[in-house]
């Protein structure tokens, strides 16, 4: 049964709403005030929160605070009751989160009417929560077991070939499969870590857990930041010569680590969806404000439906096209600059390419 809480100062109205919606078979719990009612929903966590905003002691504006303020609490839909609903009075409450207003007096049918609107969008967003779940959860299941599976078949074939044949290889081919062991191992590590990090992504949106440690940092030499992660991912591929660098070096408002993995995902995409011997090119520069890192390649590009349906384990066309990775990087680049504050673009055309664009902030002048 939908829970609602009810939070209202005057009784007789108190009473009115519990029974109306009683009525219509809502579970009610009713609150004489806003301290009572922020600890009710702490314990009961309805489905909807109904409040009245002038209340002596904690108003309105308190309790949908405190429960902004409580992960457990912070996504609960909340409709204002007032007896005067000004501009000034709606833009507060909509910039502390409120979802509705039902100005009094009020009928029957205004009440119900917001009531069921507040709770179909929950449903909605439920829905495509879990709906994102599954689809995490089937990616997983058909993804991780290949992409775990071929670097383990190359730590365990090379580590089983040093073991049962050390007395007659020479020094050179045991240093020649231990190169081979460690690569497939660091490989299986990023894929690790790619996988756990995306996870992390997708509980924090749904729980509303807070970015703001990446908001505001500064890296003041990022040319060297981009410049060595760009070169080490392209000897990773064998594509050292294909690199092609033009880099601007002023503060940026990301972190280095950040910074980092971001060149290291999309190089490793640019080089892994285009032919040895065509060039990557990675350029920084101010462009209208903002950093503009781009990578570049002459790949097979993706068509404007790919590109709007890029995700996470989405490897477009892989029964013609076998690669290591299951499209993490793309999706992993671009959160990351939304987390920090910037925004991305994707440009590419079949057959002739892509152009992937992280614009970063720059600092506050000052």
């Not at 600890?39 to 909807?48: I, N, T, V």
Request: a negative charge; one cysteine or more.
């Amino acid at each position: 049964m939908t829970s609602i809480l009810v939070i209202e100062d005057e009784a007789p109205l108190l009473e009115e709403i519990v029974a109306l919606l009683r009525f219509e078979d809502f579970e009610v719990i009713g609150a004489p005030d806003g301290n009572v009612g922020v600890q009710l929903a702490r314990a009961h966590l309805p489905d909807l929160v109904i409040s009245d905003i002038m209340m002596p002691g904690l108003d309105g504006y308190g309790v949908l605070q405190a429960l902004q303020d409580d992960p457990a609490t912070n996504r609960l839909p909340f409709i204002f009751l007032t007896a005067r609903a000004d501009h000034a009075q709606v833009r507060q409450g909509m910039q502390l989160g409120a979802d509705d207003y039902v100005t009094k007096p009020f009928t029957r049918e205004e009440l119900l009417s917001a009531i069921r609107a507040r709770l179909q969008k929950r449903e909605i967003m439920r829905d495509q929560f879990e709906r994102r779940i599954e689809n995490l959860r089937d990616s997983i299941a058909l993804a991780l077991p290949h992409e775990l599976r071929t670097p383990l078949t190359s730590l365990m074939g090379y580590a089983e070939m040093i073991m049962l044949d050390s007395a007659i290889l020479d020094p050179g081919q045991v240093s020649a499969m231990a190169e081979t062991i460690l690569e497939a191992g660091s490989r299986l590590q990023r894929q690790l870590q790619n996988f756990l990090l995306y996870v992390q992504f997708e509980l924090d949106q749904h729980e509303h857990r807070s970015t703001a440690a990446l908001i505001g940092a500064l890296e003041t030499a990022p040319a060297e930041v981009i410049e060595r992660a760009a070169r080490e991912q392209v000897a990773e591929r064998s594509r050292d010569a294909d690199l092609r660098l033009s880099l601007e070096n002023v503060p940026v408002s990301v972190t280095r680590d950040v910074l980092a993995k971001l060149v290291i995902e999309l190089v490793d995409n640019a080089a892994k969806f285009s032919e040895a011997g065509t060039p990557i090119r990675v350029s920084g520069k101010v462009v209208g404000g903002e950093y503009a890192l781009c990578i570049s390649d002459r790949g097979r590009g993706m068509t404007a439906a790919q590109i709007r349906e890029s995700g996470a384990y989405l490897q477009f066309e892989r029964r013609l096209y076998e690669h290591q990775g299951v499209g993490l990087g793309l999706t992993l680049a671009r959160q990351l600059t939304r987390l920090s504050g910037g925004r991305f673009a994707i440009e590419s055309e079949p057959g002739q390419g892509t152009a992937v664009t992280a614009y970063l902030a720059l600092p506050a002048a000052g």
